[in-house]
Nanobody
Framework: QVRLVESGGGLVQAGGSLRLSCTAS????????MAWYRQAPDKQRELVAA???????NYADSVKGRFTISRDNAKNTVYLQMTSLKPEDTAVYYC?????????WGQGTQVTVSS
């Protein structure tokens, strides 16, 4: 069983920064692929960034150069550092872990960027 708890969301002005955290418990390993997704109102959930066991990363084109995903395996925590935030980044952000091909999701954290 895997449990994911996100934190760090909030309200920020355009151009500002936020750091999201996702702390995992259960069968999480340093090799587990972790990812951040987001879902805006009336839109499909989309991949924002992912990080593999060797800390290889990939990003959605819309956030490249602005967002950074990282992990601290000792703390079972994945971070999403978001800078130069735009109103279109407003969404509920979800953490996802894939363990033995099974996806696990956190409850989500709201990020609102005001113009």
């Amino acid at each position: 069983q895997v449990r994911l708890v996100e934190s760090g969301g909030g309200l920020v002005q355009a151009g500002g920064s936020l750091r999201l955290s996702c702390t995992a418990s259960g069968s999480i390993f340093s090799s587990t692929v972790m990812a951040w997704y987001r879902q805006a109102p009336d839109k499909q959930r989309e991949l924002v960034a992912a990080i593999g066991g060797s800390s290889t990363t990939n990003y959605a084109d819309s956030v490249k150069g602005r967002f950074t995903i990282s992990r601290d395996n000792a703390k079972n925590t994945v971070y999403l550092q978001m800078t130069s935030l735009k109103p279109e980044d407003t969404a509920v952000y979800y953490c996802k872990a894939t363990v033995r091909f099974q996806p696990y999701w956190g409850q989500g954290t709201q990020v609102t960027v005001s113009s």
